[in-house]
């Protein structure tokens, strides 16, 4: 028997607001809506992220560890550095070392170089939208 991966779920205060978040930063709609759950996936038959409230959530610090990282997500872009004001826009925040901020309830990501094996970003982030 196996498994396969359904949602990778972040707790956070506020599903709806992240979800915003991460639709925009992924380019993927909203799937599925409820007053406690959120989720961003592709399509609505796709495993994708989703958002579970949690009135007490503790942002992680960064890179102290005082409040341990739960999740940890690497975003594939074309050019880190010049998605940097993009994902600002959106609502993100920098946080130290190199490409790395937190997403508005405080979770951490990475933008990173799309590597070679990737296919490429279609179109890239849109870097206009600010």
Do not use: K
């Not at 993100?92 to 590597?115: M, Q, S």
């Amino acid at each position: 028997m196996t498994g396969r991966l359904h949602h990778v779920v972040l707790d956070c205060p506020d599903p709806a607001a992240l979800a915003e978040f991460y639709s925009g930063l992924l380019g993927q709609p909203i799937t599925f809506r409820s007053d406690d759950w959120v989720a961003v996936a592709a399509d609505d038959t796709s495993s994708g992220l989703a958002f579970q409230l949690a009135p007490d959530h503790r942002p992680p610090t960064w890179p102290g560890n005082e409040v341990p990282q739960q999740i940890h997500l690497d975003i594939m872009v074309e050019d880190p550095a010049a998605c940097g004001p993009w994902v600002l826009g959106l609502g993100a925040t920098r946080l130290d070392g190199e490409d790395v901020y937190a997403d508005p309830a405080g979770h951490p990501f990475c933008l990173i170089r799309r590597p070679a094996w990737a296919p490429p970003i279609p179109d890239g982030l849109p870097t206009d939208d600010l």
